[in-house]
Antibody, heavy 128, light 109 residues
Framework: EVQLVESGGGLVKPGGSLRLSCEAS????????MNWVRQAPGKGLEWVSS????????YYADSVKGRFTISRDNAKNSLYLQMNSLRAEDTAVYYC?????????????????????WGQGTMVTVSS | EIVLTQSPGTLSLSPGERATLSCRAS???????LAWYQQKPGQAPRLLIY???SRATGIPDRFSGSGSGTDFTLTISRLEPEDFAVYYC??????????FGPGTKVDIK
């Protein structure tokens, strides 16, 4: 079964750090671009970051640039999001999502692909 | 940055009726890199349509997408009880790489 399972969420104080993980199974993880998307309570979806299959291309939303770092370990079938200098507005459910296309194309500006597999999400709460 | 606007904000319909959801982009969407997702409460989004008009794997044919350039439409031909949810459009072709619309809620009239 194709599956993504996030972990690492929790309660953290403003200015603190957290590292999210996403473990993939059921597909060749190393051949797909991966993404993080978040959803604040009662709000819509917000794209956070993307990484190409070999980590050659990385992209961030302006709202997290300089604070968040996406990475992956293809040997461990895992995607990560290191979140530093957290703010109250970072409070959200964080989803990892797979890009749809096997060995999909990426460029310096994007990996143009829809997200076909999503994890169940992990909640991050930033509060004092 | 491409901004997506969805209308209406809420669509109140009865099972069996046709639903027409609109997504308008502030600039032309490259190569019809436009997707639609369905999200139910407490669940992750599910991909319905990619490339503006291609159905994702396992999606019933009552869901269809159309449009190009700046105007896109998701149509649900006959609403089933399980279709009442929030629907998001997404563009994935331009920098910033990805943006989502604010969503349209389809609820039971």
């Amino acid at each position: 079964e194709v599956q993504l399972v996030e972990s690492g969420g929790g309660l953290v104080k403003p200015g603190g750090s957290l590292r999210l993980s996403c473990e993939a199974s059921g597909f060749t993880f190393s051949s797909y671009s991966m993404n993080w998307v978040r959803q604040a309570p009662g709000k819509g979806l917000e794209w956070v970051s993307s990484i190409s299959s070999s980590s050659s291309y990385i992209y961030y939303a302006d709202s997290v640039k300089g604070r968040f770092t996406i990475s992956r370990d293809n040997a461990k079938n895992s995607l990560y999001l290191q979140m530093n200098s957290l703010r109250a507005e970072d409070t959200a459910v964080y989803y990892c999502a797979r890009a749809r296309t096997y060995q999909g194309y990426c460029s310096s500006t994007s990996c143009p692909d829809a997200f076909d597999i999503w994890g169940q999400g992990t909640m991050v709460t930033v509060s004092s | 940055e491409i901004v997506l606007t969805q209308s209406p904000g809420t669509l109140s319909l009865s099972p069996g009726e046709r639903a027409t959801l609109s997504c308008r982009a502030s600039q032309s969407v490259s190569s019809s890199y436009l997707a639609w997702y369905q999200q139910k409460p407490g669940q992750a989004p599910r991909l319905l349509i990619y490339g503006a008009s291609s159905r994702a794997t396992g999606i019933p044919d009552r869901f269809s997408g159309s449009g190009s350039g700046t105007d896109f439409t998701l149509t649900i031909s006959r609403l089933e009880p399980e279709d009442f949810a929030v629907y998001y459009c997404q563009q994935y072709g331009s920098s910033p790489p990805v943006t989502f619309g604010p969503g349209t809620k389809v609820d039971i009239k």
